[in-house]
Protein backbone atom coordinates (compact mmCIF):
# COMPACT_ATOMS: atom_id res chain seq x y z
CA UNK A 1 0.00 0.00 0.00
CA UNK A 2 1.75 3.15 -1.03
CA UNK A 3 0.94 6.28 1.40
CA UNK A 4 2.52 9.10 2.10
CA UNK A 5 1.12 9.32 5.89
CA UNK A 6 -1.03 7.71 8.76
CA UNK A 7 -3.87 8.84 11.46
CA UNK A 8 -3.50 6.60 14.20
CA UNK A 9 -6.83 6.18 16.72
CA UNK A 10 -5.24 5.78 20.54
CA UNK A 11 -7.43 3.75 22.54
CA UNK A 12 -7.53 0.43 21.65
CA UNK A 13 -4.71 0.43 18.61
CA UNK A 14 -1.88 1.59 21.59
CA UNK A 15 -3.60 0.25 24.53
CA UNK A 16 -6.30 -1.79 25.42
CA UNK A 17 -7.52 -0.76 28.74
CA UNK A 18 -4.29 -0.03 31.01
CA UNK A 19 -2.11 -2.09 28.56
CA UNK A 20 0.02 -1.19 25.91
CA UNK A 21 -0.21 -2.98 22.67
CA UNK A 22 3.00 -5.45 22.02
CA UNK A 23 4.94 -4.01 19.27
CA UNK A 24 3.03 -0.81 18.60
CA UNK A 25 5.55 1.21 20.33
CA UNK A 26 7.97 -0.39 17.60
CA UNK A 27 5.87 0.09 14.59
CA UNK A 28 5.66 4.05 15.34
CA UNK A 29 9.75 3.96 15.65
CA UNK A 30 9.83 2.47 12.14
CA UNK A 31 7.64 4.88 10.74
CA UNK A 32 10.01 7.58 12.06
CA UNK A 33 12.95 5.54 10.38
CA UNK A 34 10.89 5.36 7.03
CA UNK A 35 10.07 9.01 7.13
CA UNK A 36 6.24 9.02 7.36
CA UNK A 37 4.97 11.36 8.83
CA UNK A 38 1.69 10.64 11.44
CA UNK A 39 -0.86 11.93 13.77
CA UNK A 40 -3.47 10.41 16.50
CA UNK A 41 -6.72 11.15 16.22
CA UNK A 42 -8.97 10.13 19.28
CA UNK A 43 -12.29 10.24 20.34
CA UNK A 44 -11.16 10.18 24.24
CA UNK A 45 -13.45 12.71 25.40
CA UNK A 46 -12.83 12.15 29.25
CA UNK A 47 -8.78 13.60 29.39
CA UNK A 48 -7.42 16.59 28.29
CA UNK A 49 -4.97 16.53 25.73
CA UNK A 50 -1.98 16.73 28.13
CA UNK A 51 -3.41 13.90 30.26
CA UNK A 52 -3.38 11.85 26.98
CA UNK A 53 -0.26 12.71 26.61
CA UNK A 54 1.15 11.93 29.83
CA UNK A 55 -0.93 8.86 30.05
CA UNK A 56 0.81 7.46 26.41
CA UNK A 57 3.95 8.33 28.23
CA UNK A 58 3.34 6.09 31.21
CA UNK A 59 2.63 3.18 28.61
CA UNK A 60 5.98 3.93 26.92
CA UNK A 61 4.90 6.13 24.00
CA UNK A 62 6.85 9.14 24.13
CA UNK A 63 4.51 11.17 21.49
CA UNK A 64 4.19 15.41 21.53
CA UNK A 65 1.27 16.40 22.94
CA UNK A 66 0.67 18.59 19.79
CA UNK A 67 0.44 15.58 17.57
CA UNK A 68 -2.42 14.47 18.98
CA UNK A 69 -6.14 15.67 18.22
CA UNK A 70 -8.78 14.97 20.81
CA UNK A 71 -12.19 15.79 20.07
CA UNK A 72 -12.20 18.27 23.74
CA UNK A 73 -9.37 20.19 21.23
CA UNK A 74 -11.10 20.16 18.00
CA UNK A 75 -14.43 21.64 19.68
CA UNK A 76 -12.60 24.58 21.49
CA UNK A 77 -11.14 25.38 18.76
CA UNK A 78 -14.15 25.12 16.47
CA UNK A 79 -16.49 27.02 18.64
CA UNK A 80 -14.01 29.54 19.17
CA UNK A 81 -14.29 30.34 15.73
CA UNK A 82 -18.08 30.74 15.79
CA UNK A 83 -17.68 33.01 18.49
CA UNK A 84 -20.15 30.47 20.32
CA UNK A 85 -17.84 30.71 23.85
CA UNK A 86 -20.73 30.32 26.10
CA UNK A 87 -20.96 26.77 26.91
CA UNK A 88 -22.48 24.49 29.29
CA UNK A 89 -19.96 21.56 29.71
CA UNK A 90 -21.08 18.18 30.15
CA UNK A 91 -17.79 16.76 30.13
CA UNK A 92 -14.92 15.77 33.14
CA UNK A 93 -13.01 18.15 35.16
CA UNK A 94 -10.13 17.12 33.11
CA UNK A 95 -11.56 17.57 29.56
CA UNK A 96 -12.48 21.44 30.71
CA UNK A 97 -9.52 22.25 31.21
CA UNK A 98 -8.73 21.89 26.64
CA UNK A 99 -12.10 24.43 26.83
CA UNK A 100 -10.59 26.65 29.46
CA UNK A 101 -7.59 27.54 27.84
CA UNK A 102 -8.85 27.72 24.40
CA UNK A 103 -11.07 30.63 25.85
CA UNK A 104 -14.75 29.03 26.42
CA UNK A 105 -16.40 30.12 29.11
CA UNK A 106 -18.07 27.25 31.25
CA UNK A 107 -21.97 28.62 32.25
CA UNK A 108 -24.92 27.21 33.95
CA UNK A 109 -27.09 29.06 32.01
CA UNK A 110 -28.04 31.06 28.66
CA UNK A 111 -25.33 28.78 26.84
CA UNK A 112 -24.96 29.56 23.15
CA UNK A 113 -23.89 25.72 23.15
CA UNK A 114 -24.11 22.70 24.87
CA UNK A 115 -21.14 20.25 25.08
CA UNK A 116 -21.42 16.36 25.56
CA UNK A 117 -18.84 14.44 26.28
CA UNK A 118 -18.01 10.74 28.11
CA UNK A 119 -18.41 12.60 31.23
CA UNK A 120 -18.66 9.44 33.17
CA UNK A 121 -20.32 9.60 36.59
CA UNK A 122 -20.52 13.62 35.81
CA UNK A 123 -23.63 12.37 33.14
CA UNK A 124 -26.35 12.21 36.20
CA UNK A 125 -29.86 12.77 35.64
CA UNK A 126 -29.53 16.65 36.92
CA UNK A 127 -27.13 17.26 34.48
CA UNK A 128 -28.46 15.79 31.70
CA UNK A 129 -31.43 17.80 32.94
CA UNK A 130 -30.02 20.85 33.06
CA UNK A 131 -28.56 19.93 29.40
CA UNK A 132 -32.07 19.77 28.38
CA UNK A 133 -33.35 22.22 29.48
CA UNK A 134 -30.47 24.55 28.20
CA UNK A 135 -31.44 23.21 24.61
CA UNK A 136 -35.13 23.94 24.99
CA UNK A 137 -34.16 27.29 25.32
CA UNK A 138 -32.03 27.61 22.38
CA UNK A 139 -28.37 26.39 22.83
CA UNK A 140 -26.94 24.18 20.11
CA UNK A 141 -26.34 20.75 20.99
CA UNK A 142 -22.37 19.66 20.32
CA UNK A 143 -21.08 16.17 20.68
CA UNK A 144 -17.52 15.57 21.02
CA UNK A 145 -18.57 12.01 19.70
CA UNK A 146 -21.06 10.05 19.56
CA UNK A 147 -19.65 6.69 20.08
CA UNK A 148 -21.72 3.42 20.96
CA UNK A 149 -19.01 2.23 23.60
CA UNK A 150 -15.41 1.95 24.02
CA UNK A 151 -13.46 -1.07 25.62
CA UNK A 152 -12.75 -0.58 29.61
CA UNK A 153 -10.15 -2.32 31.52
CA UNK A 154 -13.04 -4.68 32.98
CA UNK A 155 -14.98 -4.49 29.59
CA UNK A 156 -17.29 -1.99 27.52
CA UNK A 157 -18.01 1.32 28.71
CA UNK A 158 -21.10 3.17 27.67
CA UNK A 159 -19.31 6.45 25.58
CA UNK A 160 -20.93 9.52 24.81
CA UNK A 161 -23.25 8.51 22.43
CA UNK A 162 -25.97 7.10 24.39
CA UNK A 163 -26.18 10.19 26.39
CA UNK A 164 -26.11 12.66 22.84
CA UNK A 165 -29.15 10.44 21.50
CA UNK A 166 -30.78 11.24 24.48
CA UNK A 167 -30.78 14.45 24.56
CA UNK A 168 -31.26 14.02 20.84
CA UNK A 169 -34.69 12.56 21.25
CA UNK A 170 -36.16 14.41 24.04
CA UNK A 171 -35.25 17.71 22.18
CA UNK A 172 -35.59 16.64 18.73
CA UNK A 173 -32.56 18.76 17.69
CA UNK A 174 -29.85 16.85 16.05
CA UNK A 175 -26.06 17.28 17.59
CA UNK A 176 -23.31 18.26 15.34
CA UNK A 177 -20.68 15.70 16.07
CA UNK A 178 -16.99 17.33 16.48
CA UNK A 179 -15.60 14.18 16.31
CA UNK A 180 -14.51 10.88 14.38
CA UNK A 181 -16.49 10.22 11.77
CA UNK A 182 -16.67 13.63 11.21
CA UNK A 183 -14.61 14.70 7.64
CA UNK A 184 -13.61 18.10 9.71
CA UNK A 185 -11.60 15.86 12.45
CA UNK A 186 -9.51 14.23 10.19
CA UNK A 187 -8.71 16.96 7.76
CA UNK A 188 -7.92 18.76 10.70
CA UNK A 189 -5.25 16.15 11.86
CA UNK A 190 -4.34 15.90 7.97
CA UNK A 191 -3.73 19.38 7.46
CA UNK A 192 -0.96 19.91 10.24
CA UNK A 193 1.00 17.44 8.21
CA UNK A 194 0.07 19.12 4.75
CA UNK A 195 -1.17 16.14 3.08
CA UNK A 196 -4.43 15.20 1.34
CA UNK A 197 -6.93 12.32 2.39
CA UNK A 198 -6.12 10.30 -0.82
CA UNK A 199 -2.80 9.85 0.04
CA UNK A 200 -3.25 8.99 3.77
CA UNK A 201 -4.61 6.26 5.55
CA UNK A 202 -6.42 6.19 8.95
CA UNK A 203 -5.67 3.29 11.26
CA UNK A 204 -8.26 2.38 14.03
CA UNK A 205 -9.94 -0.04 15.73
CA UNK A 206 -13.86 1.03 15.02
CA UNK A 207 -15.17 -0.07 11.76
CA UNK A 208 -17.35 2.68 11.70
CA UNK A 209 -16.24 6.14 13.44
CA UNK A 210 -11.92 4.87 12.22
CA UNK A 211 -12.87 2.74 9.05
CA UNK A 212 -15.86 4.25 7.34
CA UNK A 213 -15.18 8.10 8.95
CA UNK A 214 -11.61 7.48 6.75
CA UNK A 215 -13.12 6.10 3.74
CA UNK A 216 -15.33 8.57 3.68
CA UNK A 217 -13.15 11.50 3.56
CA UNK A 218 -11.34 9.73 0.63
CA UNK A 219 -8.42 8.03 2.86
CA UNK A 220 -7.91 4.58 3.10
CA UNK A 221 -9.15 2.70 6.28
CA UNK A 222 -6.83 -0.14 7.59
CA UNK A 223 -8.63 -1.98 11.00
CA UNK A 224 -7.03 -3.55 13.74
CA UNK A 225 -7.68 -6.68 15.31
CA UNK A 226 -7.39 -5.51 18.63
CA UNK A 227 -9.41 -3.15 21.33
CA UNK A 228 -13.18 -3.68 20.53
CA UNK A 229 -12.74 -5.19 17.23
CA UNK A 230 -15.28 -7.60 16.49
CA UNK A 231 -15.83 -9.82 13.51
CA UNK A 232 -19.32 -9.96 13.88
CA UNK A 233 -19.73 -6.02 13.99
CA UNK A 234 -16.93 -5.57 11.11
CA UNK A 235 -19.95 -8.03 8.78
CA UNK A 236 -22.45 -5.79 10.18
CA UNK A 237 -21.60 -3.09 9.70
CA UNK A 238 -21.09 -3.06 5.48
CA UNK A 239 -18.22 -1.29 5.57
CA UNK A 240 -15.17 -3.07 4.24
CA UNK A 241 -12.00 -1.68 5.54
CA UNK A 242 -8.88 -1.61 2.40
CA UNK A 243 -6.94 -3.77 5.37
CA UNK A 244 -7.43 -5.89 8.32
CA UNK A 245 -4.19 -6.43 10.55
CA UNK A 246 -3.64 -8.08 13.56
CA UNK A 247 -2.03 -4.82 15.16
CA UNK A 248 -0.37 -2.31 14.57
CA UNK A 249 2.85 -3.85 15.72
CA UNK A 250 2.16 -4.91 11.62
CA UNK A 251 1.48 -1.60 10.24
CA UNK A 252 4.54 -1.35 8.57
CA UNK A 253 4.67 -4.65 6.92
CA UNK A 254 2.01 -3.45 4.55
CA UNK A 255 3.32 0.25 4.00
MG1 LIG B 1 -10.36 3.14 19.24
Avoid at 62 to 73: F, G, K, L, N
Avoid at 111 to 139: H, I, S, W
Avoid at 216 to 236: F, W
Wanted: proline share 5%.
Amino acid sequence: MKIGAVLIDIDGVLYVGDRPVVGAERALRELDRRGIPYRFVSNTTRRSRRSVADRLQGLGYAIPEPWIVTAPVAAAAHLREEGRTRCFLLTTPDARTDFEEAGIVAVEEGADAVVVADAAEGLTYTAMNRAFRLLMDGADLVALEKDRYWMGPDGPMLSAGPFVAALEYATEKEAEVIGKPSPAFFLRALREIGINPDKAAMVGDDIVTDIGGARACGMKGILVRTGKYREETVRQSGITPDLVIDSLANLPDHL
